[in-house]
């Protein structure tokens, strides 16, 4: 098995391969965008200075696509937010809606039919882009619907008498418009409905047969993310405008382990922007790749970066559906630990236990879920850093239910540290981290220093629901190794 790691800090574009056993592949390209949006989107503006908002980012998109077909891209996917910006109301992003034809009722190319309907500019230039480019080109806007207006008090109508959806749009190299994707979950977007019934959308390509789409938050669901890979759809479509959340969901990081632990191609475009306001902070957006269980093309900007977009290029195997990864053996059983305490990740309080030691063996449990980790801490010169293995079982946020063995460098040598936000790190380690989920939904990341993504060495999962991940030679200091499990069947309890 071949590995190769190509790094370039300047930009930190990271290309870590394993080679696969696969006869074809076909080019995908992905891109990072620095949205141009108003100053203040919450204010209402007219059609036309919507549109001329919209062009500007319409006219990069041109670029980055006249860019991918230089280098052989048949795919390209933008991301989530990226043509209209974010943060609107319902009111203010009216302007901006077009209403999108469902091209599993009706066949049409708006770059050769563009009067067939009015206020489609936006779908007439994106057509026009994949035809011209000669490419699949995956963009997201805004999607207007209308409904019946019902005395029934539970329709999911709203009172204005139409939807207004966060909608994934695909296009084939001619310009067909092939795909419409509503998003199903979303995360405080209030100038979006929820589409009232569930999509589970496909299409089907000449060059690697058939694609999944989700958009952002969907990928932490059951619904439709987890529906598509079980209906054997293998390579998924991820526009994002994700907002990093250290240690456990930065946006590579679980990019990757998603990948990796659904055995699955994630074409993933993220956002790039700084400082995005929320109600108990603020957060940075960045961290885009292309991703298969044995193979990871990604970028993700550095504190203090500038906010610059980018295009990233990779040859991309069709997957093998039959693809599984290699096993390891491990000795049975649990040892004594040191005293645990409680420190909050995000929103939530892990139970910890803190690694005294340079080499050795420790558990910790939340409850009735417990973790294991053996281990062996490389530690580079006189740099004192503290590490801890924590456990977490419940309501993440109260939103989702999951289940998480984390081993990971606290933000300072205070315990209550464990959890913080952390960057860098020097001390490497050998290491085997296991846990019994109660999900075959386990996501497996190692993050190293400044954002660089490393590929569990082995993976094993056991028919009693444990998962043990080992990992060793790293190439940078750790700054977390999780096992991510996602309960979906008790979202809903």
């Known amino acids: 098995m071949l590995l190769t790691i190509v790094i370039s800090f300047s930009f930190l574009i990271v290309v870590v391969q394993m080679e696969p056993n696969v006869d074809s592949s076909y080019?995908?390209?992905?891109?990072?965008?620095?949205?141009?949006?108003?100053?203040?989107?919450?204010?209402?503006?007219?059609?036309?200075?919507?549109?001329?908002?919209?062009?500007?980012?319409?006219?990069?998109?041109?670029?980055?696509?006249?860019?991918?077909?230089?280098?052989?891209?048949?795919?390209?996917?933008?991301?989530?937010?990226?043509?209209?910006?974010?943060?609107?109301?319902?009111?203010?992003?009216?302007?901006?809606?077009?209403?999108?034809?469902?091209?599993?009722?009706?066949?049409?190319?708006?770059?050769?039919e563009p009067g067939k309907y009015n206020n489609t500019e936006v779908l007439q230039r994106l057509s026009c882009m994949a035809r011209h480019y000669n490419l699949y080109l995956v963009a997201n806007m805004a999607d207007l619907q209308p409904c019946p207006l019902k005395t029934d008090p539970s329709s999911s109508c709203p009172p204005d008498g139409h939807w207004q959806f966060n909608t994934n749009v695909v296009f084939s190299s001619d310009g067909l418009l092939v795909a419409r994707y509503h998003k199903q979950n979303l995360y405080f977007e209030e100038s979006f409905d929820k589409p009232p019934q569930p999509e589970i959308i496909t299409f089907d390509t000449p060059f690697a047969g058939r694609f999944g789409l989700i958009t952002c938050f969907d990928i932490l669901f059951y619904k439709p993310t987890i529906e598509l890979v079980e209906k054997g759809v293998h390579q998924l479509i991820f526009p994002t405008g994700w907002l990093n959340s250290l240690p456990l969901l930065d946006s590579v990081q679980f990019q990757s382990a998603f990948s990796l632990g659904a055995k699955v191609t994630l074409l993933a475009a993220n956002l790039r922007k700084e400082n995005v306001p929320l109600t108990h902070g603020y957060k940075t957006m960045t961290g885009s790749g292309i991703y298969t269980p044995y193979s990871a093309t990604y970028h993700h900007a550095q504190k203090g970066d500038p906010e610059e977009s980018m295009l990233l290029v990779a040859r991309v195997p069709v997957l093998d559906p039959l693809w599984a990864g290699q096993s390891v053996d491990t000795e049975e059983g649990l040892v004594g630990a040191p005293e645990t305490f409680n420190s909050s990740v995000t929103y939530d309080p892990l139970t910890f236990v803190p690694l005294m030691e340079t080499e050795g063996e420790v558990n910790v449990c939340n409850g009735t879920f417990c973790c294991k980790l053996q281990y062996r801490r490389i530690q580079q010169g006189d740099s004192k850093e503290l590490y801890a293995l924590g456990a977490f079982s419940g309501k993440y946020h109260g939103m989702y239910f999951i289940q998480v063995c984390a081993l990971l460098r606290c933000a300072g040598l205070d315990p209550s540290s464990c959890g913080q936000k952390v960057q860098e790190a020097e001390s490497k380690f050998d290491f085997v981290l296991e846990g019994r989920f109660g999900s075959r939904y386990v996501y497996p990341s190692v993050l190293a220093s400044k954002f660089v993504l490393e590929q569990p060495k082995q993976l094993e999962t056991a028919p009693d629901g444990t998962v043990t991940m080992t990992h060793s030679n790293m190439t940078d200091g750790l700054v977390t190794a999780c096992l991510y499990g996602r309960m979906y069947h008790l979202d809903n309890e």
């Open 27 to 112: 080019v995908a390209a992905v891109y990072e965008h620095t949205v141009i949006q108003t100053d203040d989107p919450r204010i209402p503006v007219s059609r036309s200075d919507a549109l001329r908002n919209m062009q500007k980012n319409l006219d990069i998109y041109e670029v980055q696509a006249a860019k991918a077909t230089k280098q052989g891209v048949q795919i390209l996917v933008f991301p989530e937010d990226g043509i209209q910006g974010f943060n609107f109301s319902r009111l203010s992003i009216f302007n901006y809606l077009e209403t999108i034809p469902d091209p599993q009722e009706e066949s049409w190319n708006p770059c050769t």
